[in-house]
């Protein structure tokens, strides 16, 4: 055979190897997501190449197997072409040995192997359309070799039915979300952070605390009661008698605000009006009370503990507040300041707080940051007293006798 020819086959060998190694990291690398959503399209060389994907060891038993053949073909004619050009020599032969393996590194191995996991798609649906006849072509070869390759995983307790399935972890699919800043805008981004993180929330977390509460005591003044009334920023009030542990109904204002000119209006017409109080257990997933207030039809209710006492209140607008963010905002709790620093009213949620901040304060415990400050001195700080919390340094500019009022979160350095 001339020089010519066998330079011409083992330049053919090369471009094989790379398109057996090419395809290879393609196929194994491609994203199985986009690959799904392809083959929804009805994508010729997606649907191919997902039924490749079905059986790995397969796939990769031939590929392995051409690639194979091709590089010891290739090393065959190497050898051959060192013969006739240096008439046998022995050293010749290692020679042609080194060439050939750092040309084919070059040529056959990395770069081809870079671009596909660069570019994928670009090898992966034109080998689907070789290796699928292939495939059937050598089919009892690949047999008979995945014969003792399954046998061997078996020993090592791999099972290719169970570890054949894309699946993602709730981490794994923030980090998606995480980075898919130029596909959708940041509300929409925290929208649906919100939501994975619905499993992990109680209605303890988001709960408008047992002091903030706004109600009405029948045991107070009738001008009073009227005054709330006609008052109140809130559509629904809890109605109770001198404690918010004795809590007869909930109150909605649009059916008392129409009687309350009428000369007969008196605290029986209140409680005639009064709905079903619910008590809703603090451990209760904020999921799963969105679906019982949507089963039940209602949108109101407080939170007991173990013992029964009241410790705080919920509504829908909360709920959907978990998800959407803030409904009103009227009020800000984070507030940026020309320094860097930020001014936080301590009532916010720890969760409310780092999901604003992007922070990864604990919220394990104390549900506001004003519980986690005290939490964390075991007392309740003065104005003025600078600390680290948990790796965040603050100072505390305002507090009352109870409780701390105002922080102020310096800019790390």
């Not at 790379?18 to 060389?45: C, D, P, Q, W």
């Not at 008196?266 to 799963?288: G, R, Y």
Request: charged share 25%.
């Amino acid at each position: 055979m001339p020089l010519g020819m066998l330079f011409g086959i083992l330049a053919a060998m090369l471009i094989l190897s790379a398109f057996f190694s090419g395809s290879e990291t393609s196929l194994m690398s491609i994203n199985r997501y986009r690959l799904k959503h392809l083959v929804k399209l009805k994508h010729a060389g997606a649907i191919k190449t997902q039924a490749l994907l079905q059986r790995p060891d397969r796939l990769l038993g031939l590929i392995l197997l051409c690639n194979n053949f091709v590089n010891n073909f290739a090393s065959s004619i190497a050898t051959v072409i060192a013969i006739k050009l240096y008439s046998g020599e022995e050293s010749s032969i290692a020679i042609a040995a080194a060439i050939l393996t750092v040309v084919m590194l070059i040529c056959s191995e990395v770069t081809p192997k870079t671009i596909a996991a660069l570019k994928p798609e670009l090898l992966a649906f034109p080998s689907a359309w070789v290796y699928t006849p292939l495939l059937r072509v050598l089919y009892p070869v690949i047999w008979f070799v995945n014969l003792f390759v399954n046998f061997l995983l078996k020993l090592i307790r791999i099972d290719l039915d169970k570890n054949n399935k894309d699946t993602l972890n709730k981490d794994e699919l923030k980090i998606i979300i995480a980075e898919a800043e130029s596909l959708m805008s940041h509300r929409y981004q925290k929208m649906l952070m919100s939501i994975l993180e619905l499993e992990s929330a109680t209605v303890e977390d988001i709960m408008t605390p047992r002091n903030e509460i706004v109600g009405i005591d029948l045991e107070a003044p009738l001008e009073t009661i009227i005054d709330k009334i006609k008052n109140s920023p809130h559509t629904r009030l809890p109605v109770y008698k001198k404690s918010i542990d004795r809590v007869i109904g909930f109150l909605h204002l649009r059916k008392v605000l129409l009687l309350l000119n009428t000369d007969d209006f008196d605290k029986q017409t209140i409680i005639s009006l009064l709905a079903k109080p619910i008590f809703i257990p603090e451990s209760t997933p904020v999921h799963t009370q969105m679906m019982r207030f949507k089963d039940e039809k209602i949108r109101i209710g407080l939170v007991v503990d173990e013992y029964g006492d009241v410790q705080g209140m919920v509504t829908m607008d909360d709920l959907l507040q978990e998800i959407v963010g803030e409904l009103i905002t009227e009020e800000v709790a984070v507030r940026k300041q020309s320094d860097g620093s930020y001014l936080v009213d301590a009532n916010i949620t720890v969760r409310e707080l780092n999901r604003v901040m992007q922070w990864s304060l604990p919220t394990e415990g104390p549900k506001t940051l004003n519980g986690l400050i005290i939490e964390f001195m075991e007392t309740i700080p003065d104005a003025g007293i600078s600390i680290k919390l948990h790796n965040y340094p603050l100072e505390i500019l305002k507090r009352d006798e109870h409780a701390v009022k105002l922080v102020k979160f310096l800019p790390k350095k």
